[in-house]
């Protein structure tokens, strides 16, 4: 069976202790759990379980869409947080800044978004071309920002590696638009585009935040493969 994967030497360099890092720049609708969300101190402990036939046709689907990838040990991380089924996307078209591990169909899913909603909206409201996007990352052990203390003490979707939070696009006529700046911004072909790409993505996510849902919110687009559908 053939994936367009990271040759196994490269893996090494990419499964060190930093890959799931990152991630978390706000609130998500979250997993119920006891007890306050702590990564144990330890480190991870790397989980030896077969790989599920839905993360199988997940590898099959990216090597069928032209993504480069790399297939991530399953890992507890204690504290409830676990990340099992990743990957580490490599070259999807576009570059995406601050991404690390993700959950398969997370990373599908986002690369779809990218491609068929994002990128064509582009081109049809602003005029230039998609080359870059800015993101706050994806797995980071705790519970959501921004609500009660009883909240704080449920697992967030980030410590699942099963969301990612996007903070701004780039575009081959030198603009940047932000979700902070853009959201509201004084030009309509900018907040335009962010909605256009919001309900994009509300079509293909379980759940996605955006600054209309809390001010945790205001300056990035939560988007996970979670509980849902919910889009706010």
């Not at 759990?33 to 997940?58: F, H, K």
């Not at 032209?66 to 890992?75: A, C, G, K, M």
């Amino acid at each position: 069976m053939f994936w367009r994967v990271v040759p196994a030497l490269c893996l090494p360099l990419l499964l060190a202790g930093c890959l799931f890092g990152g991630g978390g720049g706000g609130d998500d609708r979250i997993t119920p759990r006891a007890g306050p969300v702590r990564p144990d101190p330890r480190g991870p402990v790397t989980l030896n379980l077969p790989t599920s036939r839905e993360t199988q046709q997940c590898y099959a689907d990216l090597s069928r869409q032209n993504v480069r990838f790399s297939p991530l040990p399953d890992r507890d991380y204690g504290g409830g947080c676990m990340v099992v089924g990743a990957v580490q996307l490599i070259d999807i078209g576009v570059p995406v800044s601050g991404l690390k591990g993700m959950r398969c169909p997370l990373a599908r899913t986002f690369v779809a978004w990218l491609r068929n909603g994002a990128a064509p909206a582009a081109r049809e409201i602003l005029g230039s071309e998609l080359v870059r996007v800015e993101t706050y990352g994806t797995y980071a052990c705790r519970g959501i920002i921004g609500g009660s203390a009883a909240s704080a003490a449920r697992i967030s979707e980030h410590g699942l590696g099963n969301a990612v939070d996007v903070a701004a696009f780039l575009f081959a006529d030198g603009r940047r638009v932000t979700i902070e700046r853009g959201w509201n911004s004084s030009d309509p072909r900018e907040r335009e585009f962010l909605r256009v790409v919001h309900k994009s993505a509300c079509r293909r996510f379980a759940t996605v935040l955006s600054p209309d849902y809390n001010a945790a919110h205001r300056n990035h687009l939560h988007l996970d493969m979670g509980r849902g559908p919910f889009c706010r």
